[in-house]
């Protein structure tokens, strides 16, 4: 195959799928449909171009130039039923393409590098117009992309160490009614959009201890946001020049991971490795909008910081590949999923919960091609809000599915 055609393919499929998603607090790692495969236990025995994301330590172990493309496409189900009036409302359901892209090049024994084009962090949710909660959200969507090159050097045959850095860009899209109450009118509605490019850097160490054990470590650091663009409402014309509008400013962290992994293969053809990941949630700990013209006190409200209150999390996952012959690899896993989110702000925007996930998937190499295929399936416990700071107050129920392919080439 030609290289050329090979790379315009994979860059024109990204940029045609849409890059919505739905994430776990909001963080998406499931970048691979390997890893995936593996509950993303995957930080220690990374072994094909997605270790750019996972560990780019281990790109030191990839031969020659290797492309991935792949996507996760994510099947979200969630519902919510009022504590107040009884009511159970499903959000609408959507299919979100997650695509990514990952490159590498063994430039000598000693150094390697690679770049990566993903999406790590991204939410949407979209409920209906008319439902209890449309004060608060009607439609909520961030996303967010990753532009990551990497390098690793080999220390010595049995350590490994990368550096990486990241340009991002970011933007986000909310909706919501505005009540007029006390005055007989209609509501009103509201729109921000608005982004922002920012950037970041990841740190990784690879340890092969013996034929039998592996130690990855990865880490990434946070990313500070500001997000510039602009509110518009509608509303009754003797009312629109109360309502908050024209430019605005956003300030949002996204936050640093520390993952460490532990590999090991004593038992002929069978890898199993357990990853422990640190999550620094605590940095999302509020909003604050500001808005460029003045807003009447009336909307004071939606410039005042806006607690999250997030909090950091340790979540576990395990994982095990099986090699049936030179072409055929097995794959299962299982992960932990701890929620960031405090009670008090689990709100629509974000209905979020612990969870655990469990994956199999199946990897078949022919040549200089492998495909990876994955079934993902996330157990969201129910989530009962009681003390909601906006008194919105339920019981959220989701349930998600993710189909992961990737599609490498060793050129």
Known sequence: ?????????????????PSRSFGAGFLIYNQNAAAS??????????DNPSAVFYNPAAINRLAGTQISFGST??????????????????MSRHIFFLPSIFITHKINEKFSAGIGFYSPFGLSVDWPDDWEGK???TFSELRSFYLNPVISWQVIPEFSLA???????SDVEQRKALSFAPLPVHDGKVKLDADGISG???IALLYHANNHVDVGISYRSKVSLTYKGDVKTKAPSY?????PHGDISLDMDFPPILVMGIATSYIDNLT??????????????????DFEQSVPKAFAKYTAPIPRDYHDVLTYSVGMKYRLNPHFVLRAGYMYDTSPVPEKTCDPILPDADRNEISIGIGYTVEKYTLDLTYYAVLVKDRKVTNNINGFNGTYESFVNLVAFNLDYKF
Do not use: C, H
């Open 1 to 17: 195959m030609n290289v050329r055609t090979f790379i315009f393919f994979l860059v024109a499929s990204f940029l045609l799928i």
């Open 37 to 46: 495969g593996m509950g993303l236990a995957f930080t220690a025995q990374a």
């Open 73 to 90: 496409l994510i099947m979200p189900q969630t519902s919510f039923k009022s504590a107040l009036t009884g009511t159970e409302t499903d």
């Open 135 to 137: 004060y608060l959200s």
């Open 163 to 169: 550096l990486g850095g990241s340009l991002i860009y």
């Open 200 to 202: 970041g850097y990841n």
């Open 239 to 243: 009312l629109a020049s109360y309502m």
């Open 272 to 289: 199993i490795e357990a990853d422990l990941y640190w999550i620094g949630w605590s940095t999302y700990d509020e909003l604050y909008a």
